[in-house]
T-cell receptor
Framework: GEDVEQSLFLSVREGDSSVINCTYT??????LYWYKQEPGAGLQLLTYIFSNMDMKQDQRLTVLLNKKDKHLSLRIADTQTGDSAIYFCAESIHSAGNMLTFGGGTRLMVKP | NAGVTQTPKFQVLKTGQSMTLQCAQDMNHEYMSWYRQDPGMGLRLIHY???????DQGEVPNGYNVSRSTTEDFPLRLLSAAPSQTSVYFC????????????FGPGTRLTVL
């Protein structure tokens, strides 16, 4: 079965780096995603990584994928107060109609 | 483009009532889906559609019906609301089933008393 897990909460100071971690169980994942949800809003796709990649960098965001350990992380450099939100990791399996399985979300709080 | 729109934003129902949550997209996306979000559980897939006239069940389909008569619209029906269906509902769409970005609507917050 599919199961995606994240820690519930992370607090950092403005300017520091944030690292949000995620573990998944389905080894047939095709893509892994990071979504951001601000209060009262829908989900916004931040970035995604194909399962045969180890790393992807996009401006302040770095995604690391350890496929052997089924571990995904999102690093946000120079974290700002506007980064405060809930971050969801999700996996999709192409053979299953690209259905997304989400983790429970990590609430990131950035202190000034 | 308006993107993915959902109505209503908020709704309160009594147990046993029925209602339809509306979802529309103007991006000519083939793939649409409905999720529910409950605290600490992330989003769970209710139903999805890979094109007009085609729908399939997701992880938690019981108590919900969908139809896809047009590419643009994908309504979600609650036939007899139950308190367990109190949740925030998100509709999403993407161009196809592959790597394409799924765009999410703003959500409908539903309370069933």
């Amino acid at each position: 079965g599919e199961d995606v897990e994240q820690s519930l909460f992370l607090s950092v100071r403005e300017g520091d780096s944030s690292v949000i971690n995620c573990t998944y169980t389905d080894s047939s994942s095709t893509y892994l995603y990071w979504y951001k949800q601000e209060p009262g809003a829908g989900l916004q796709l931040l970035t995604y990584i194909f399962s045969n990649m180890d790393m992807k960098q996009d401006q302040r965001l770095t995604v690391l994928l350890n496929k052997k350990d089924k571990h995904l992380s999102l690093r946000i450099a120079d974290t700002q107060t506007g980064d405060s939100a809930i971050y969801f990791c999700a996996e999709s399996i192409h053979s299953a109609g690209n259905m997304l399985t989400f983790g429970g979300g990590t609430r990131l709080m950035v202190k000034p | 483009n308006a993107g993915v729109t959902q109505t209503p934003k908020f709704q309160v129902l009594k147990t046993g009532q029925s209602m339809t949550l509306q979802c529309a997209q103007d991006m000519n996306h083939e793939y649409m889906s409905w999720y529910r979000q409950d605290p600490g559980m992330g989003l769970r897939l209710i139903h999805y559609s890979v094109g007009a006239g085609i729908t399939d069940q997701g992880e938690v389909p019981n108590g919900y019906n969908v139809s896809r008569s047009t590419t643009e619209d994908f309504p979600l029906r609650l036939l007899s609301a139950a308190p367990s269906q109190t949740s925030v509902y998100f509709c999403a769409s993407s161009y196809d089933r592959g790597t394409d970005t799924q765009y999410f609507g703003p959500g409908t917050r539903l309370t069933v008393l």
